[in-house]
Structure formats: C-alpha cells, structure tokens
C-alpha cells in the first residue's frame, strides 16, 4: 500500500520508467538525405517511363507519314504515277520465239517540256501533280555496231519502233508519230525491259539502205511527283521548264543548267552516250533503263513529319533538363513535389508532340511548334505557380523551358550545322547545371 501510494502525486499516477535495456517504441522520421535520394531515384524512373510515351509518339507520326504516302498512291492510281520517258527505240524481233529482241537507238535525241504542277487534295492532304506537253524529236542511222550481230537470226520486216512511258494511264491524247515523211499512229503495249510502252511498225528500208531517218513525236502526259527520262540517244538533251519553285533534281545526271525562282525553274540536260553503260545496239535491257535515268522531282516537300520526328527525339532531353529545374528549385525553395507531380510535368511535355503534330498537318510548321509550344510552357508555369505558391518562380521556370523550346527549334532549322551547334549547346547547358548544383547541400541532414 506504501508504495502504490508513492506512486501517486497530486492525484496523477507516475508513469513507470522502461528498462534500459529495450528498444524505443517511437520511430524516427527518415532523414530529409534519404529522401532526397529516394526522389532522385522516382524521378530517374519516371523520366525512362516517359520513353515509352515518346516512342509511341515516333510511331504515331510514321503511321501519319505512312497514311500520306497512301493518299499519294491512290492519287496516283486515279491522275497518273510517276514517269520515266525511255525512247524512241528500234525493236527488231528474234526469229526464234523465245530468242531476245534487238534494240537499235537513235543518234541524237532532244526532249522539250514545260511540266506544270497543281495540287489535288486528299482528305487533310495536299498533292501535287502535273501535266507536260513532250516534244520529242531526233534522227535514227545504221549503227557500226549492228554489224557485230547476225542479222539472220532477226526479223527485219517485223521492225517497230517503241517508246517507253512508265505509267500509260497519264497520256492525255492519242500518239501519232512523224517517221521522215509518214506518220504512224501509235498503240499501248508491253516489253521486256521497258515495261509499259507505245508501239508502232514503222518503215526500215532508209535505215539499211545507210541514210538517216528524222522522227519527231508529241506526248500529252500528266503524272504525279517525278519526270524522268532515259538517255538512249548517241546524244541526248533535255530542256524543262515549270512552275514548281522547289524542284529536286534526281537521278544519274544533274543538270548542266538550271534556274530556280520563286515562279518556277528551268533546267536543261546533256548525256552523252559515252556517260552510261551501254551502246547504241542492246539485246538484254537489264536494270539500264532504271540505273541511268535522270529527272525531277516536283513534289511540294513535306517538311512537318520529319521535323516532328526529330523534335521528338529531343523530348527526353527536354524532360531531364525540365525535371533537373524543377528538382533545383525544390530543393532551393524547401518545397515538396510530389513524384506524381513530375509525371503529370512529363506527361504535358510529351503532350507537345501531339499538339505539333495535329497543328502541322492544317498549318505551317513554324506556327504550329509555335502554338504547341505556348500552349505547354503556359500549361506547366500555371501548375508550377499553383503547386509552388510561388509566381515568381513559376515563370522562371516557363522562361527557362521557353528557351530550351527556341534551342530546339534552331536545331530543328540548322540541318546541317545541328550537330555543332547541339553539342555545344548541351556544353553550355551541362555546365549552368553544374554551376546550379554547387548551391545545393546534396548531404543535408
């Protein structure tokens, strides 16, 4: 009784003393330096979660090219595809049924056009096709060449002329050809070699009586992207002219000539037949007629897919670069973000690719990364302001991801110079993150 009574003082009872010898029941609250470093960590996984995001970004603006490319092809199948010219050439048959024909091909060739470009639209997408009026003209003559080859085994009455057009669909009108003094009109057919072609029996007799027979024929072609031709003459010239003010001329041969304004261009070939790889008598075309064909392309370039593609190659630039801002100024401030905080800032980043792509497709490029890139720096500043309770702050960091959206976009524009340029942009940057983190206090208890 004594010693319940000790126990009790002004009506409370004593709290009795643990022993030594067992653990504390309270638990201390982790260190703010485990902390820092487990945030370091969520936001390492959050950042290479965010990969996954950007890839299916990559494979959304493929899947936009690839449904282009489709519109294109079915343009094409209704206008008329690309084509390639190759001809005129003399085709004498063998004798045998499945013996190789042989081809004769005339001394000199001249071709003049004036191909004018128009654009169809395709849903969203933009087309561009034209319409050529060829004038093809030239001579034919006994070539020293054919006397090498056993004419016997050949039939010289059945000798026709062809002209090969890729896609046949894109004559406009009927083909007559001029042959000296004759004229002969002209039929769709194919040939080994050439595939699609125009056909015509013409007379052989000048030619191997050793003269010279002038022809000279009209093709009304339209077709879609490409204009190209093949060098099949001893000398060859080429003269175009158009209104399509971004030309890509392609091919075995560029132009000896060539003048590009903002009203059209006008280019002008020569190949001589010393420049390619077969002779004026062939048996076997083989891949001669694709390997040596020359042109251009008077496609519009479509720019907002493959810059999109590479802007969204930077987006895990942008995300670190972002997320490191954020952290510094979290640690600076003494605020707490959450992680779910950084993933939704990483979720409106990778959002920016979207808004890009879906702007570009209906406006330039340029206002539409514009557009896209306001609309998320105005995104994020709003929820940093909201989340930090610090205006001032919050637009700093919109400043800072408004000049690594302009850093981008230069590189975006420096094609050439983008590597320079990039690496030593990512120098200056690495080095005001190192200078940045000189200011933290990483060990912080």
Known sequence: MMNEENNVTNGSMVRPTMPSGLPDMKTKPASSKSKLWLKLLLIVVISLGLLIPQQMMLHLVN?????LREAEQEVGGKWSGSQRIAG???????????????????????????????????????????????????????????????????????????????DLHGLTENVTLQWGNNSYPM????????????????????????QKVSFSVKLHLKGSEELYFVPV????????????????????????KREVSEKGF????????????????????????????????????????????????????????????VLFVEIRKGKHIHPVQYLLVGLALILFYTLLLSFSEHIAFLWS??????????????????????????????????????????LLQLESYALLVGSVGLFVILGLAMYASQKVNWYQE
């Open 266 to 325: 006008m280019a002008s070939w020569k190949v001589l037949a010393l420049n390619r790889d077969f002779s004026q008598v062939v048996i076997d075309w083989g891949n001669s007629v694709r390997e040596s064909a020359f042109g251009v392309n008077m496609k519009v370039p479509v720019e907002q897919y493959q810059q999109t593609t590479r802007a969204v190659k930077y987006a895990f630039l942008i995300i670190v670069l972002t997320f490191s801002v």
């Open 233 to 256: 003459g001893n000398s060859n010239t080429v003269t175009l002219t158009s209104n399509c003010a971004t030309p890509s001329f392609d091919g075995s041969y560029l132009p000896v």
């Open 63 to 67: 899947e936009r090219n690839d449904t």
């Open 88 to 166: 005129p050439v003399i085709c004498i048959p063998s004798v045998k049924k499945d013996g190789n024909s042989l081809y004769i091909l005339p001394g000199n060739l001249s071709v003049q056009g004036d191909a004018q470009v128009q654009t169809l639209r395709r849903g969203i997408f933009d087309i561009t096709v034209f319409t050529a009026p060829l004038d093809i003209h030239g001579e034919f003559a006994y070539p020293d060449e054919l006397s090498s080859y056993a004419l016997n085994k050949y039939d010289l009455e059945r000798a026709h002329l062809l002209i090969g057009v890729r």
């Open 187 to 210: 039929k769709s057919d194919r040939e080994a070699g050439l595939g699609s072609v125009l056909r015509c029996p013409v007379d052989m007799k000048p030619i191997w009586d050793g």
């Open 369 to 410: 990364y514009v557009i896209a890139s306001l609309m998320t720096v105005g995104l994020i500043t709003a929820y940093m302001a909201a989340v930090l309770k610090i205006r001032k702050t919050a637009l700093a960091i919109g400043a800072l991801l408004s000049a690594i959206y302009l850093f981008i976009y230069v």
